[in-house]
């Protein structure tokens, strides 16, 4: 099993910044392959970001690119999403997910097999 815990979300207001915390836990990979998603009111969640496990390659979907980026932290199994000139259109909670297995369908929520709580993510105008 795997216990997975994001934190850093907040309010911020629009055109600030945020950085939200993953810590992946419990098994013995040393590194996971993680994706970001995000859930807004009245919409289904979405494919935010996803690294490999290795780091060296990210991915992202269209309206976050050039604004977030996704990033490994020094301790193992610990994933970054930092967020800048943040819209309020950003405004979600925002999920963070375990493939153990690397899957190439990074963007699809089948393919990860662990999940956070959440943390509420919120862009005032």
């Known amino acids: 099993q795997v216990h997975v815990v994001e934190s850093g979300g907040g309010l911020v207001e629009a055109g600030g910044s945020l950085r939200l915390s993953c810590e992946a836990s419990?098994?013995?990979?040393?590194?996971?392959?993680t994706g970001w998603f995000r859930q807004a009111p009245g919409k289904e969640r979405e494919f935010v970001a996803h690294?490999?496990?290795?780091?060296?390659?990210?991915h992202y979907i269209d309206s976050v690119k050039g604004r977030f980026t996704i990033s490994r932290g020094d301790a193992e199994n610990t994933v970054y999403l930092q967020m800048n000139s943040m819209k309020p259109e950003d405004t979600a909670i925002y999920y963070c997910?375990?493939?153990?297995?690397?899957?190439?369908?990074?963007?699809?929520?089948?393919?990860?097999?662990?999940w956070g709580q959440g943390t509420q993510v919120t862009v005032s105008s």
């Open positions: 419990g098994r013995s990979f040393s590194r996971y392959s």
């Open positions: 690294i490999s496990w290795s780091g060296a390659s990210q």
């Open positions: 997910a375990v493939d153990p297995w690397g899957s190439s369908r990074y963007s699809e929520q089948t393919s990860y097999d662990y």
